[in-house]
């Protein structure tokens, strides 16, 4: 069975990608949401992150992207939801500015109450629209399509898409914004999507996420979607 990763979901737009198969990989497209798709899709013009509205994010979050966290530098987040807690290893050495993002829109409570909207069940599950993602204002016909109102290049990616691997969601080469997939089951993926973290904590509730209703297709839209009631930084 084929799937794809995990691309944030840009303009209206379906954006070409990699995609990749649980068990093999082969060459297909990304979803504009900015993760992988198992069917070809024809690239189209996508809405720049500086386009988007301003005041999506909570005061005190960044409005360009953090400087990038050191190599040595480690933190815990914890995402609580109400199927449990999903802890996550954030490392600097894994990518320096996925990981300083992460950590700034944790802190200052960009992912509170944003759902998990796309669920590829034996692949991947995605969160993080802070933009159309909000409960309880989500916007079911544009969640997957939005931003932070930034963009940050992508980290060199030097670990394996295993089981419980925390990488970012993009729409194509150095589109990061604040979207990000959790790896359900080892994925042959390029080295397309910047990893930051580890799952080291809740993969059952990772699986749980996961087996929930959608919509299929490469959407895979939740229809009973579950949201990040906090998101806690903890530094050692």
Sequence with gaps: MNHAPLRRLVALAVVAAVAVAACGSTAAPIMPSGGPTNAPTQPAASQPAASQPAGVLPAGCPTSAPAPLAADETATVTLATEKGDIVIA????????????????????????VIFHRLMPGFVIQSGDVQ???????DLGQVGLGG????????????????????????????????????????????????FGTVTSGMDVVDTIAAMPNGGGQA??????????????TRP
Excluded: H, W
Excluded at 220 to 233: D, H, N, Q, R, W
């Design 220 to 233: 895979g839209l939740a229809l009973e979607p579950v949201a990040i009631t906090k998101a806690t930084v």
């Design 90 to 113: 954030v490392k600097g050495s894994l990518g320096p500015l996925a990981a300083a993002n992460f950590l700034a829109l944790a802190e200052c409570g960009a992912y509170d109450g």
């Design 148 to 195: 932070p109102g930034y963009a940050f290049a992508d980290d060199p990616v030097t670990v394996p898409y295993a089981r419980g691997t925390v990488a970012m969601a993009n729409s194509g080469p150095n589109t990061n914004g604040s979207q990000f997939f959790i790896v359900v089951a080892d994925a042959a993926l390029d080295p397309a999507y910047s990893v």
């Design 132 to 138: 159309f993602g909000r409960t309880p204002n989500v």
